[in-house]
């Protein structure tokens, strides 16, 4: 019988992709695949160490999975990702539930690990994490009509708050016939919404390259048959060009989206992040943005509670939200990381503060999104069908205005049936804060 192995991958989009490319490897190897760790003889824990909220949810997680093990539920354990690189040796102490602890160089060997965790071997690796690969075949783990297509591994460009650069090595770029060849494949294989990621999208290309090439990846993408929505995430806003811009426009395939984290919009504290711009510059990237490609999607992420951030800048912050009303925000209270520069800066913020002046921000937003849905009252939008609620009787799924997993939903009726994976064209009849009510009108 066929030893069964079960994925928990925890943390972000790029993550999701490296786990994908375990369970290729684990299923062409013979191990049967799992969805539920508790029916798995064999679970394989991938985690996230970005910030302090990660790291909790992925301990848990793994003491959760020991609880398995103790019942004999769970045969093996096997943990990997930013956590473990990040924390090395240390993790391979503080998990004796683990058979195996590997580093993010070592998961292109996820099968010989296993093969000796079998065989009552307890494993402890960490290659270098420039060995982490860059491409590779995958097992599609979202709905099978969308994924994402990492385009870099790394960051350089070390941010004072963040841990990346230290757990995931510098920016790498996948060449780019690589990607072709990879979403080729994808799109031959049903799907048709591609999400292009990686720390620094925007930057794609450059240590390849001698420049940046995401406007001729983005090109090149279009070009390939049954890929319908093509959007991008994580761009940052110094790397913004008219080039970008004039393709995101032009290309219809390209859902007009764009997320472009910011972090704050006071010149003092980006200084202090090692992050580009001030108030003044932002808006008018924002303004020229949007005016180069009309109705485009702006998505933006903040933090809060930086050292040294003043009432006063805070407020600033707060009054830039209103004034450049995002389509899409996230904002988090500051995350104090060892390894950071800004661990050692002074004025520390408090973390109740920190949470309490993000929630204002997330109040604000809440009313923009609201007001931003009144206005689609009446409109019609495509949407991609996502599922079946069945609590409340209705279909639902996304429309270009929002990025799978991190944006609202829209939710509808039909009057006939509809398989995940169906665009339809859909009347906009009512709002929540966040998503949108509708009913379909066409297939």
């Not at 760790?37 to 959760?64: H, Q, R, S, W």
């Not at 097992?139 to 790394?154: D, M």
């Not at 010149?267 to 924002?286: H, P, S, V």
């Amino acid at each position: 019988m066929a030893i069964k192995v079960g994925m928990v991958s925890l943390g972000c989009s790029k993550n999701l992709v490296d786990s994908e490319r375990m369970l290729y490897k684990l299923k062409k190897h013979g191990y049967k695949l799992v969805t539920e760790p508790g029916l798995a003889d064999v679970a394989v824990v991938n985690t996230c160490g970005f910030i302090k909220a990660a790291k909790e949810e992925a301990i848990d997680t793994i003491l959760e999975l020991g609880k398995l093990k103790e019942e004999g539920t769970l045969k093996k354990i096997i943990i990997t990702g930013c956590l473990v690189e990040r924390y090395k040796e240390e993790a391979a102490e503080q998990f004796p539930e683990a058979d195996a602890v590997i580093g993010i160089g070592d998961t292109k060997d996820i099968v010989d690990v296993l093969d000796r965790v079998l065989e009552d071997e307890h494993v402890v690796r960490f290659a270098p994490k420039l060995e982490a690969e860059l491409c590779g075949e995958r097992i599609i783990s979202t709905l099978p009509f969308f994924t994402y297509l990492k385009a870099a591994e790394g960051c350089s460009n070390c941010c004072t708050y963040c841990a990346i650069p230290l757990i995931r090595g510098k920016f790498r770029s996948v060449p780019m016939e690589k990607l072709i060849e990879e979403a080729e494949f994808l799109a031959a294989n049903g799907v048709t919404e591609l999400v292009v990621i990686a720390q620094d999208t925007a930057l794609y290309g450059k240590d390849l390259y001698g420049e940046p090439k995401l406007a001729e990846l983005l090109t090149r993408l279009c070009k390939i048959d049954g890929l319908r929505w093509i959007r991008t995430l994580y761009c940052y806003p110094e790397r913004i060009t008219d080039e970008l811009l004039d393709v995101i426009a032009r290309e219809e395939k390209i859902v007009k989206y764009l997320e472009i984290p910011i972090q704050h919009c006071n010149g003092d504290i980006l200084k202090r992040m090692n992050r580009w711009g001030d108030t003044e510059k932002l808006e008018a990237l924002f303004a020229h943005i949007r005016e180069r490609v009309p109705n485009i999607i702006l998505r933006t992420t903040l933090i809060t509670g930086f050292p040294g951030e003043t009432e006063e800048q805070f407020e600033e912050l707060a009054e830039f939200v209103k004034r450049v009303r995002f389509d899409r925000l996230g904002c988090f209270a500051y995350s104090r990381e060892e390894g950071t520069k800004a661990y050692d800066f002074p004025d520390q913020i408090d973390e109740e503060t920190a949470a309490h002046r993000a929630d204002i921000i997330m109040e604000q937003q809440m009313l923009i999104s609201s007001e931003n849905n009144e206005k689609l009252m009446g409109t019609e939008l495509t949407a991609v069908v996502e599922g079946f609620d069945k609590f409340g009787e209705c279909w639902f799924g996304r429309t270009p205005l929002d990025a799978p997993d991190i944006d609202g939903k829209v939710f509808f009726t039909s009057d006939k049936p509809l398989e995940i994976g169906d665009y339809v064209k859909i009347r906009i009849t009512d709002t929540l804060d966040y998503d949108l009510i509708g009913e379909v009108i066409s297939q």
